[in-house]
């Protein structure tokens, strides 16, 4: 073999291994800063044949939105889902509250569960701001924030508590989570669904309480295992009370539910709150009955307490329920704050689906029980 041969052999040779290192490097290279990182991300299907991208459960996202905008006072005004399959909420923005200090509260806030603001865009006419909320460049919620500047929290601090929550989860239940506003809600203990109930409505970013069945002066009543009697001693109450509370859980305080001659009784009532002062629970006193004398105890234990201002629903009436509502708001003007109690009943519904928009566009704000107890 001639010797120029031997060299041209040689020469391509060369070419090929540095060809073949080339490739192999640009290989590694990729999986180092590309590939990796993706990987971390893949989830595998059980055949392995089909990967999907893996983010935190969009309920994560839900909750860390939910507990940003509850801290700033205000609430979810209405929620749609496009034909994206993206949900968009409208959240109305009081004046006094500056767009972009919620903007960067709702960057900051999401960042710990690694979501963050994709995209954001704003008119300079209107000043209303979209945020397109998600993981990397995937958009799993938009917000709409709106300034109104007729929106101002001056009038006073409206709880509304409803009550009887227990025996029913559907879509009529379910339609009081929509109002757009921080209800609080009261679940009784011991009903087949009361454990299910109290941790959808939590997970949903709202209020609940324990509503605890008592005695009444009336004759006739259920009594079971969740009911407070006259005549009980204290530990026996202490175990009705933790036991209702298992039942119900997630609790951040407690309203009677009927006990008209419990919350009539120092002793019986005395020993109902010092129980519920263990627990760290708040109380409501629902004022059954004018002779109550179980707000000034608690008062007088130091538990954080309020007391019932308007029954919304004692009448099954439209137009009268609409006056109840509007006497609370008014109340809620005089005083600083109010507490009103209704029913999970269908009128009710009706009613504040009507009216939430009109008393809130007249700057009232809706609360949780748990902001105006003291």
């Not at 757009?180 to 409505?201: C, D, H, Q, V, Y």
């Amino acid at each position: 073999m001639r010797v120029g041969n031997r060299r041209k052999i040689v020469r391509e040779q060369r070419v090929r291994i540095i060809r073949n290192f080339s490739v192999v490097f640009i290989i590694i290279l990729f999986l180092v800063f590309i590939g990796l990182p993706l990987l971390k991300k893949i989830n595998f299907s059980k055949s392995g044949t089909i990967p999907k991208m893996e983010y935190p459960p969009t309920e994560a996202l839900h909750l860390k939105l939910q507990d940003i905008i509850k801290n700033h006072g205000i609430s979810v005004n209405r929620i749609s889902t496009g034909s994206d399959g993206i949900e968009s909420w409208r959240i109305e923005v009081p004046q006094d509250l500056p767009i972009p200090s919620l903007h960067l509260a709702i960057k900051e806030g999401i960042s710990p569960i690694d979501a963050g603001v994709i995209y954001a865009s704003s008119d300079p006419v209107s000043g209303r701001v979209k945020l397109q909320i998600g993981w990397d460049d995937s958009c799993f919620l938009c917000l709409n924030l709106i300034p109104l500047e007729n929106l101002r929290w001056e009038e006073g601090w409206i709880a509304l508590i409803i009550d009887d929550f227990g025996d029913t989860w559907n879509d009529f239940t379910k339609s009081f989570l929509n109002l757009g506003a921080n209800l609080t809600f009261s679940i009784i203990p011991g009903m087949k669904l009361s454990a299910k109930i109290a941790r959808e409505i939590s997970g949903n970013g709202f209020e609940t309480i324990l509503h605890l069945p008592m005695e009444p002066l009336q004759a006739s009543y259920a009594k079971n295992k969740f009911t407070i009697l006259t005549g009980m001693g204290r530990n026996r109450i202490g175990t009705i009370l933790q036991r209702a509370i298992d039942s119900v859980p997630g609790v951040s305080g407690m309203n009677n539910h009927m006990g008209s001659r419990v919350t009539s009784s120092r002793q019986t009532i005395s020993m109902v709150l010092q129980e519920l002062k263990k627990k760290n629970l708040y109380f409501v006193d629902s004022r059954t009955v004018a002779s109550t004398v179980a707000y000034d105890i608690a008062r007088e234990f130091s538990i954080p307490c309020g007391k019932r201002d308007v029954f919304i629903d004692t009448e099954m009436d439209k137009n009268v329920i609409r006056s109840r509502l509007w006497e609370l708001a008014q109340k809620a003007e005089t005083n600083g704050s109010a507490i009103g109690i209704g029913h999970c009943r269908r009128l009710t519904l009706e009613v504040l689906q009507e009216e939430i928009p009109r008393i809130q566009a007249k700057g009232y704000r809706f609360v949780f029980v748990s902001r105006i107890v003291r």
